[in-house]
């Protein structure tokens, strides 16, 4: 059901008001109650979290990775060990 | 193959911090500087210094993975074809950021009571096709055993794949109905969707993140041709 499209204030906000925004009518639930506190600040800080652990997810892939690499060169045959060569 | 080493000396090293640093002053910027109060939007506005970046570092991935896809089709060594191929990975980490922050701050601001997490947005649905097509680069490539023809036939597609990505995220979306801004021109040049004290921080967002790309990019193109070099011995 496509709720109502009702009219703002004068401010820019009527730019995003398309018929996708449908204008909400039922009181916050669940998740959405701590979401919609501070003005909506919990949805940016969702947001930049979601970012900081796509990077973190990147930065854990990068260090097996690397931790692999370090096993393989352990595994070559042994070598004059040159200290700070 | 040739694994000609490049260097990463101090150079890199003071980007990397600078980077860090501009990115630190961009996320405390973006969430303490004051921005116009909207209806519905309210501070979740801010969300356009950490939403909208992700899209343009996904474009300068794919820009940057392209171009090694036509060098290496030019003349192939080892170092363009790892060089796409991370350049695309790591694309598409923020494409599917892109899509997740995107999915988080519509399910909060516009369909609140609702419980919609996807809503069928042209943008958001032509970016879920883009990312599947890149998707299948990767399953291509790992279907391939010989490194000459993988590269090859991984190069091509790509192209392909990066020519559709203007069509399927920007020129389409802004023929349809929906949320995203950009249906009435260009949305990042018009005064009414980005006001100027907002510029002060999205542009800067737009660089730091573009440049966090690259950082992250550039540390997987290292690790992979260590690999190489040692696999050669």
């Given amino acids: ?85 | 193959m040739n694994t000609t080493r490049t260097r990463y000396g101090t150079g890199y090293r003071f980007l990397t911090i600078g980077i860090a640093g501009w990115m630190t002053v961009v996320i405390v910027a973006g969430l303490v500087l004051s921005i116009p109060r909207l209806n519905i939007l309210e501070e979740s506005a801010r969300n356009l210094y950490f939403h909208v970046p992700m899209w343009f570092a996904l474009m300068a991935g794919m820009i940057v993975s392209a171009v090694y896809s036509a060098r290496y089709l030019m003349k192939p060594t080892l170092e363009r074809d790892v060089r796409a191929e991370q350049a695309a990975l790591v694309a598409m980490l923020f494409g599917v950021l892109g899509l997740i922050t995107g999915m988080v701050w519509a399910r909060f601001t516009w369909y609140v009571g609702t419980g919609k997490w996807w809503n069928f947005d042209p943008k958001q649905s032509m970016t879920a096709v883009q990312l599947m097509v890149f998707a299948a680069y990767f399953v291509l490539r790992s279907s391939i055993d010989e490194p000459r023809k993988r590269g090859r036939i991984a190069a091509v597609y790509n192209l392909f794949a990066v020519a559709i990505a203007p069509f399927l995220l920007y020129v389409l979306p802004r023929q349809l109905e929906s949320l995203h801004p950009g249906g009435e021109g260009s949305p990042a040049f018009s005064q009414t969707d980005l006001a100027p004290e907002m510029r002060m921080v999205f542009y800067p967002a737009v660089i730091g993140f573009i440049a966090l790309f690259w950082w992250i990019y550039t540390q997987r193109v290292r690790l992979r041709l260590a690999e190489e070099r040692l696999a050669d011995g």
Avoid: H
């Avoid at chain 1, 959405?32 to 979290?49: F, G, I, P, R, S």
């Avoid at chain 1, 990775?65 to 004059?80: G, H, I, N, T």
């Fill in chain 1, 1 to 85: 059901m496509q709720a109502p499209i009702t009219p703002t204030d004068s401010t820019d906000a009527a730019v995003y008001d398309s018929v996708w925004a449908a204008i909400p009518d039922a009181p916050p639930v669940g998740l959405e109650t701590v979401m919609l506190q501070q003005d909506k600040l919990y949805v940016v800080l969702a947001v930049v979290l979601i970012i900081w652990f796509g990077v973190l997810f990147f930065l854990f892939r990068t260090d097996r990775r690397l931790a692999q690499l370090e096993d393989d060169l352990d595994a070559r045959p042994e070598r004059e060990d040159t200290f700070g060569a």
